[in-house]
């Protein structure tokens, strides 16, 4: 009984999936395929099945991130460790930086003096809109181009390298092009090894959005903010915020995509008469340039294609082998023959499960409300046989929306049991 309910529910959900998509893909007026675009992604994350794929999705693409910050902050502390050294030779020295020439960087004003801009920079006082090292390098290759240039080989021996390893570095950073990079005139300087390393996780991530499944399912919950954002009347700057809050220029990209989506999607609406409160910026060609019909769709198919591929089997990969029905109150979870179904944390209704489900030995015995109460809070007068009786209720039908089985539980007026159908 227990499987056939679980393959009727999958058979559901590919129903309704269906029909979300092909109510979608078979629109020709942009604005119509984007709202039905949005009421397919709302299902696909509102169903826990399909939810689960998503997340395995964006999860891969985390690890992606997860390895350019570790990259990036090996980098800062290398960068950080040379800049302390070369910063002692300039004090040592008592050497005047004020006319240091400058090679990598440009004079953002009120700065002339180069280290005074770095130490502004430091303190968060200048934003590159980059990652924090692309800037650090180039203040410290400035410095120590001039202190090379004033005869202080010796004190950067640390950070002067060969021109072929030079070479090197600089294909990893640059890529692999063909061309030939025959060093630095004013410097081979290298002030971190992990700093190449970054460039090619960088790289990495790039060509994995264009090839790995991840990155259609990063477009379109992309789309899925833009268009929330729409929806409660913001615009560009209001979406994009302050940039430079932002953690490494991939995440300011995705946020300023998201803007760019949503201000196509104003554009599409007022170009159809609606109303729009708060104006588009200037410049929409490319906001459309990201809402772009024939590329979503091809998206979409894609993705459609993993979901029904996922929901014969996805079961297996949501609930532990041999488990037919568990509650994990680490994890807040109900496990229900095929599906989990979240409960927020150390509510009633998770108390409720996690005294049910304590006892593995006693499956399926009847469990009278007062004890569950009693286990709860003994101390707390209000969790009557009424109140259980209706958190059960409240869990019931979750479970019934989500599995489509309505007799998880058999209730009585004073107490409960789970069905030995489903153990």
């Known amino acids: 009984m227990f499987e056939s309910k679980t393959k009727e529910l999958n058979a559901k959900i590919g129903t309704n999936l269906e029909r979300l998509y092909k109510a979608t893909i078979e629109q020709e007026q942009p604005l119509a395929f984007f709202k039905g675009l949005e009421r397919y992604i709302k299902y696909v994350l509102e169903t826990p099945l399909l939810k689960t794929v998503v997340d395995a999705q964006i ?19 290398e ?31 009120p700065f002339t ?21 692309d800037g650090l390098e180039g203040y410290l290759f400035d410095i120590s181009a001039n202190l090379l240039k004033l005869g202080y080989k010796d004190e950067l021996n640390n950070f002067l390298v060969s021109k072929e390893k030079y070479n090197e570095y600089y294909q990893r950073i640059n890529g692999y092009n063909g061309l030939f990079y025959s060093g630095n005139e004013n410097g081979n300087f290298i002030f971190s090894q992990t700093w190449a390393k970054r460039f090619e996780q960088v790289s990495l991530l790039q060509r994995e959005r264009i090839l790995k499944p991840w990155g259609v399912f990063e477009m379109i919950l992309q789309f ?42 104003q554009y599409l609406m007022e170009q159809s008469g609606q109303e729009i409160s708060k104006k588009v910026r200037s410049g929409f060609t490319l906001s459309l340039s990201k809402l772009n019909v024939p590329s979503f769709k091809t998206t979409v198919q894609i993705i459609h294609n993993l979901l029904i591929q996922k929901i014969d089997t996805i079961e297996e990969d949501l609930i532990p082998k041999n488990i ?8 807040s979870i109900l496990y229900v023959k095929g599906v989990k179904i979240p409960f927020r944390k150390f509510t009633d209704q998770y108390h409720v499960l996690k005294v049910i489900f304590e006892n593995k030995n006693t499956f399926g015995n009847e469990i009278f409300f007062s004890e569950i109460a009693e286990k709860i809070d003994r101390y707390n007068k209000t969790y009557t046989d009424k109140t259980i009786h209706n958190h059960l209720s409240a869990i019931k039908g979750k479970v019934a929306i989500e599995t489509g089985i309505k007799d998880l539980f058999i209730t009585t007026t004073q107490s409960v049991r789970i069905n030995k159908d489903c153990l």
């Open 59 to 77: 999860a891969e693409r985390n690890e992606r991130y997860k390895k350019i910050e570790e990259a990036e902050k090996s980098s800062v502390k």
């Open 79 to 109: 960068m950080t460790e040379a800049k302390e050294s070369i910063l002692k030779v300039i004090k040592e020295n008592n050497i005047d930086t004020s006319s240091f020439k400058r090679f990598n960087t440009f004079s953002i004003e």
């Open 113 to 133: 003096d180069v280290v005074k801009e770095l130490q502004a920079y430091e303190k968060g006082e200048i934003s590159k809109g980059n990652f924090y090292s």
């Open 224 to 265: 899925n903010r833009a268009y929330d954002a729409v929806s409660e009347n913001m615009n560009f700057w209001d979406i994009i915020g302050d940039r430079a809050t932002y953690d490494n220029l991939y995440s300011a990209k995705e946020i300023v995509d998201t803007g760019y989506m949503a201000e196509g999607l």
């Open 324 to 331: 037919l029905v568990n509650f994990d109150e680490g994890k």
